[in-house]
């Protein structure tokens, strides 16, 4: 593609996708609110709020995809979820609609099931059951992008992102990882792909011990390369035995389903 809009490119996901995604345009546009470093030579660097509908609609433009990993990405108070997650995000669809619907990579979160049981196992058809305010916001994005499919043809890959790092560090990642290369390689995936429309997609990579089932996307040619499995004696030798009665231990959202809300200052 000519050019290809990667928000929140500031974050750690962001610069790993950074990297990784540079080949899959003649232009990647870098946006966060977060200082985005030097510009490369095939770089145009943004800073854009999300909340500024007016900044939105000139970073969408011209813009023939976009991987969308902007917003707040952990529990925060409402307002800053608010601002970056729901109304930054119709902010993005609108000029998505305005600039000629350019195909959209969600990066929504595993959160918006984060109550089910680690003992469970699940696909795409489970109701919803976020572990907080942020998990209600990506249940919010998912949401939202499946009206702009159903009303106007937006396409959109909804990626329920596990845990996309360099690598596990705890034994809850073991089943949520997503290696950076998988993550890259769905991506390319989910533009390459001559139908999209607007799928769920677990996020994680080809672990041995999974809690989602995946074969519902298998349309789209994607085959994870990296299993956590590697590493679980690493991290047994780190954390020794796991407490079964801890919520990163018993529930797939881990430690996210005791937090509070958080109050306005």
Known sequence: MKRLLITGAAGALGRAMRSRL????????????????????????????????????????????????????VEDKFSKIMNANLLGLYNLYEAARAHGQPRIIFASSNHTVGFYRQDQHIDVTAPLRPDGLYGVSKCFGEALARMYFEKFG??????RIGSCMEKPTNHRMLSSWMSY?????????????????????????????????????????????????????????????????????????????????????
């Open 154 to 159: 937006q396409e959109t890959a909804l990626v």
């Open 22 to 73: 540079a080949s899959h345009a003649e232009i990647l546009r870098l946006s966060d609110i977060s200082d985005l470093g030097t510009a490369q030579p095939n770089e145009e660097l943004v800073r854009c709020d999300l909340g500024d509908a007016a900044a939105v609609h000139r970073l969408v433009e011209g813009c023939d995809g976009i991987v969308h990993l902007g917003g707040v990405s």
């Open 181 to 265: 290369r998988d993550f890259a390689q769905l991506i390319a995936c989910a533009f390459r792909a001559p139908m999209l429309g607007c799928p769920v997609i677990w996020g994680i990579s080809d672990n041995d011990s999974k809690w989602w089932d995946n074969s519902h996307a298998a349309y789209l040619g994607w085959k994870p390369q990296d299993n956590a499995e590697i590493y679980r004696a690493e991290i047994d030798a780190a954390l020794g035995k796991p407490d079964p009665k801890a919520a990163l231990h018993v529930y797939q959202g881990g430690n996210f389903v005791n937090d509070p809300i958080f109050g306005e200052d």
